[in-house]
T-cell receptor, first 117, second 115 residues
Framework: AQTVTQSQPEMSVQEAETVTLSCTYD???????LFWYKQPPSRQMILVIR??????QNATENRFSVNFQKAAKSFSLKISDSQLGDAAMYFC??????????????FGKGTLLTVNP | DTGVSQNPRHKITKRGQNVTFRCDPI?????LYWYRQTLGQGPEFLTY????????KSRLLSDRFSAERPKGSFSTLEIQRTEQGDSAMYLC?????????????FGPGTRLTVL
């Protein structure tokens, strides 16, 4: 079974600084996708960024980028120029592209990010 | 279209009662998913539909749980004979397309409290 581990329950960052959230996963599949979702307090979860495992190039979305290390099964999220609105719970998630994990997301336990003014 | 909606947003019930939640996905989204999220945990997959067909159910979904998506539109999740362990946030998500890469759009959730 696929597992996703987020080893940092909480992180904090100063406004305008950079922070990196860690995520590791375990899978025997070769074709899969990885995601970072953001869940603001009392708000619904939204997609931040996603990565296709077969692509070597790291995904980037404005201030958000990932460091995808396939061999190490690591998928960290870097937030640059942190803003107060970035404060939220961040979830790393995995889904396979074949077999039993197809379509469903497997989430980590999340990292609560605090942004200090 | 304003996104995925869920009703009710909060539900308090007594142990042993039945509850039903509703999810309205984004129009034209062919896939609909249910997840359960407990305090301090990430969401856990319960079941998903492609159009009206329920294609996968997690082993977390005991016989007391049933989900439907008639006509491939809205979906309902019913819990019979609720137990205190059912207390959680129930999240619905929808997506369009046929690959796992398609973004899942989440609703605000229904928070269930079983007394």
């Amino acid at each position: 079974a696929q597992t996703v581990t987020q080893s940092q329950p909480e992180m904090s960052v100063q406004e305008a600084e950079t922070v990196t959230l860690s995520c590791t996963y375990d899978t025997s599949e070769s074709d899969y996708y990885l995601f970072w979702y953001k869940q603001p307090p009392s708000r619904q979860m939204i997609l931040v960024i996603r990565q296709e495992a077969y692509k070597q190039q790291n995904a980037t979305e404005n201030r958000f980028s990932v460091n995808f290390q396939k061999a190490a099964k690591s998928f960290s999220l870097k937030i640059s120029d942190s803003q107060l609105g970035d404060a939220a719970m961040y979830f790393c998630a995995y889904t396979g592209n074949s077999g039993g994990s197809n379509y469903k997301l497997t989430f980590g336990k999340g990292t609560l990010l605090t942004v200090n003014p | 279209d304003t996104g995925v909606s869920q009703n009710p947003r909060h539900k308090i019930t007594k142990r042993g009662q039945n509850v039903t939640f509703r999810c309205d996905p984004i129009s034209e989204h062919n896939r609909l998913y249910w997840y359960r999220q407990t305090l301090g945990q990430g969401p856990e997959f319960l079941t998903y539909f492609q159009n009206e067909a329920q294609l996968e159910k997690s082993r977390l979904l005991s016989d007391r749980f049933s989900a439907e998506r008639p006509k491939g539109s809205f979906s309902t999740l019913e819990i019979q004979r609720t137990e205190q362990g059912d207390s959680a946030m129930y999240l619905c998500a929808s997506s369009f397309g046929l690959t796992s890469y398609n973004e899942q759009f989440f609703g605000p959730g229904t928070r269930l409290t079983v007394l």
